[in-house]
């Protein structure tokens, strides 16, 4: 399901996904040639598992199928988003803050999510087999406060440790693994691809478990500003369409896959592989969507983020104007009943009996 949230005082904006089926909606030369839009500007937090889809889109060529060309740029945090909103970007892959900029007011919405929770991995030092046994050592997160600590402090009261005997040390999640090396802290949350980091070193580190299910997070996704979805809306339709052909590759075509994660990550074949079998395939969404609940549980984050003084209350959804399965979607079978809810071929004729039919 998707959402329209109301801000106190301030305009409406849609917290949405728009599917690629709805993109698909109004485009009568579908079948003709392909509209050129030339090079379509991305600013990204950089190689990361969470912008996979769209490098596997350019690497692909599902880019030039679309009519454009992704041109690809790091930056990160509200510096991106920033960015973006002076024009210079189209859009961003760092959907996780365009998020937060939305709840704090600004003109961008998320238009589509491939990841929905945080990607957070806790590993120990040889001899620490469980989460009791975190008691009195030290730990190391990205900030006092944060997901990350929440996360293994909730999953420490699950298994019936003690967190308040644990020592939590802010380091940011880039530190983590070379201190755990070091010795200078006894765990540590590893985001992923870094715990080959450890894996790969002289020491023996043990996977403690992933954190993720008890860490909401908007860690995967696409979106843009109001202003490009109200003057370029091919432009959006393009680049929602590459986006669905890149996620659905990257999860039915491991062999496929690893090569470009291999060289996109800077990971060995064997990391890339043993990386798409413990972190993509598990944890990546099926769709391009995510439910009103996960949407309320990324806002509240958020709030907390921005110390609002109180949560933004989520608004009626209208799902006519953002499910829209008319006959055009039937122009392409397949891949966008993938982002409608279906998401293996070997469902596809159930998904076209469900979604696909004008």
Known sequence: MTAVVALPRRPLFWLSIWLAASALIGRPGLAGAVEQFGNIRFVTPGPTITTLPM???RARGFDKEEGFTAVFSAATGS???KAMLAGDFDFTLAAGSAMTAAVS???????????AKSLYFLYAREGISDLKGLEGKRVGIDAIGGTQDLAVRQNMRLAGADDAKTIFIAMGYQNTPPSMIAGAIDAGVITPPKEFQLINSPGKFV???FLGDLAPG????????????REHPDKVQAVLRAQVKGHRLLLENRAGTIPIMSQFLGLSARDAAQSYDTTVYPYFGRTGAVSLAQQEAFIAEAVKELKLPRAPEPGKISLSRIFRTSSNVRSRPGWECFSAGCAWPDRLSRCQSLVCQG
């Open 105 to 115: 007011g600004a003109p961008v919405r998320v238009i589509y999510v491939h990841v």
């Open 55 to 57: 490098e596997v889109a």
């Open 218 to 229: 908007l860690t995967g996704g696409v979106a843009t500003t109001e202003r490009m979805i």
């Open 207 to 209: 996977n403690l478990g």
């Open 79 to 81: 510096v991106a988003i």
